[in-house]
């Protein structure tokens, strides 16, 4: 009988602060805003805005934020993320694989560094990274490759490793979106398909993330058959003067009850885990918005977090890449 080899499987995201202080957040957000990937002004021009004016004021108005989802076991994001670590590593020992799951973080902790020497003290013999990014951005899963990459950069031994380019059509992620969605909204509800936005400066120098939401956005409706005037698409938490991509998901807010929509579900098929953006900037204030001009009944889709069905998807994700 052929032995198996020893996977090492890096449940990677985009990262939390370690916790809900001004301080903790402050460092979060330099290591975040100061990578190129997703800023990229001049050096000499950015920093000493950063650390002048935008960390001091920024870092203290969102700790109120943070702390009003926190959770005994740390932020929401890690949190759902352990548990999916967990409950992967379980659906693919149950698989028969020889398979160890850490979780890394583009930024904040568990690091990628950290993460990398927890599989190699395992003795693994090849990794699998799984960004938990369904959709390509550069601002994420390119993000995450340049940690990934740096984090090897001073190793002789480096593994054969996989790494998911993206999964935004991938048949068990589409279902669990589905089910998801069949399961919490009402027939007489409007779907708002948000999704984190990026600057249009970035699409136009080559990034297809928009690309990549609208084919999950059109799979999805294709199979709830959805007519046009049921769903729409937008983009959320922009930053800075600059445009971003369009249309914006507050505005959408501010005109949806004149246009007729009264009643609006909002589920962010682009995040995996719910976490700061989903749980307050979507749950909280968007509904606000969206009720003080209006509306009259709302509703936020969770993310999939550790559902049964999205942790089948990422173990045959997993799977298909093991023994390649």
């Given at each position: 009988?052929?032995?198996?080899?020893?996977?090492?499987?890096?449940?990677a995201?985009?990262?939390?602060?370690?916790?809900?202080?001004p301080?903790?957040?402050?460092?979060?957000?330099?290591?975040?805003?100061?990578?190129?990937?997703?800023?990229?002004l001049?050096?000499?021009?950015?920093?000493?805005?950063?650390r002048?004016?935008?960390?001091?004021?920024?870092?203290?108005?969102?700790?109120?934020?943070?702390q009003?989802?926190?959770?005994?076991?740390?932020?929401?994001?890690?949190?759902?993320?352990?548990?999916?670590?967990?409950?992967?590593?379980?659906?693919?020992?149950?698989?028969?694989?020889?398979?160890?799951?850490?979780?890394?973080?583009?930024?904040?902790?568990?690091?990628?560094?950290q993460?990398?020497?927890?599989?190699?003290?395992?003795?693994?013999?090849?990794?699998?990274?799984?960004?938990?990014?369904?959709?390509?951005?550069?601002?994420?899963?390119?993000?995450?490759?340049?940690?990934?990459?740096?984090?090897?950069?001073?190793?002789?031994?480096?593994?054969?490793?996989?790494?998911?380019?993206?999964?935004?059509?991938?048949?068990?992620?589409?279902?669990?979106?589905?089910?998801?969605?069949?399961?919490?909204?009402?027939?007489?509800?409007?779907?708002?398909?948000?999704?984190?936005?990026?600057?249009?400066?970035?699409?136009?120098?080559?990034?297809?993330?928009?690309?990549?939401?609208?084919?999950?956005?059109?799979?999805?409706?294709?199979?709830?058959?959805?007519?046009?005037?049921?769903?729409?698409?937008?983009?959320?938490s922009?930053?800075?003067?600059?445009?971003?991509?369009?249309?914006?998901?507050?505005?959408?807010?501010?005109?949806?009850?004149?246009?007729?929509?009264?009643?609006?579900?909002?589920?962010?098929?682009?995040?995996?885990?719910?976490?700061?953006?989903?749980?307050?900037?979507?749950?909280?204030?968007?509904?606000?918005?969206?009720?003080?001009?209006?509306?009259?009944?709302?509703?936020?889709?969770?993310?999939?977090?550790?559902?049964?069905?999205?942790?089948?998807?990422?173990?045959?994700?997993?799977?298909?890449?093991?023994?390649?």
């Amino acid at each position: 009988m052929t032995k198996k080899t020893k996977i090492g499987v890096l449940l990677a995201n985009l990262g939390t602060p370690d916790a809900a202080t001004p301080s903790a957040i402050s460092r979060y957000l330099w290591q975040f805003l100061t990578d190129p990937r997703v800023v990229d002004l001049p050096r000499y021009k950015w920093y000493p805005l950063l650390r002048s004016i935008i960390l001091p004021l920024r870092s203290k108005r969102i700790a109120g934020n943070y702390q009003a989802i926190w959770t005994p076991s740390g932020s929401p994001l890690l949190a759902i993320t352990r548990q999916q670590q967990q409950a992967l590593q379980q659906a693919l020992w149950s698989a028969g694989e020889d398979v160890t799951v850490e979780i890394a973080m583009s930024y904040g902790n568990p690091s990628m560094s950290q993460a990398i020497q927890n599989l190699m003290a395992q003795n693994v013999e090849k990794m699998i990274v799984l960004p938990l990014f369904p959709q390509y951005s550069s601002t994420t899963t390119g993000a995450l490759f340049d940690a990934f990459a740096n984090a090897l950069k001073n190793q002789r031994n480096i593994l054969p490793f996989e790494f998911v380019h993206s999964y935004h059509l991938h048949p068990d992620y589409l279902s669990a979106l589905c089910q998801s969605i069949k399961a919490r909204m009402q027939e007489d509800e409007f779907l708002l398909f948000s999704y984190h936005g990026i600057p249009l400066r970035y699409e136009e120098k080559g990034d297809y993330y928009r690309q990549h939401c609208k084919q999950t956005t059109l799979a999805i409706v294709d199979k709830l058959g959805l007519a046009e005037t049921q769903w729409a698409i937008s983009f959320q938490s922009r930053f800075g003067r600059e445009e971003w991509l369009q249309p914006y998901t507050d505005h959408f807010m501010q005109q949806a009850a004149a246009q007729g929509i009264k009643k609006l579900a909002v589920i962010c098929p682009g995040f995996s885990v719910d976490c700061l953006e989903t749980l307050e900037e979507i749950n909280e204030e968007n509904r606000e918005i969206f009720l003080s001009h209006g509306g009259e009944q709302y509703q936020y889709i969770p993310a999939l977090n550790a559902e049964p069905l999205h942790i089948e998807m990422m173990k045959n994700i997993i799977l298909q890449h093991c023994h390649q």
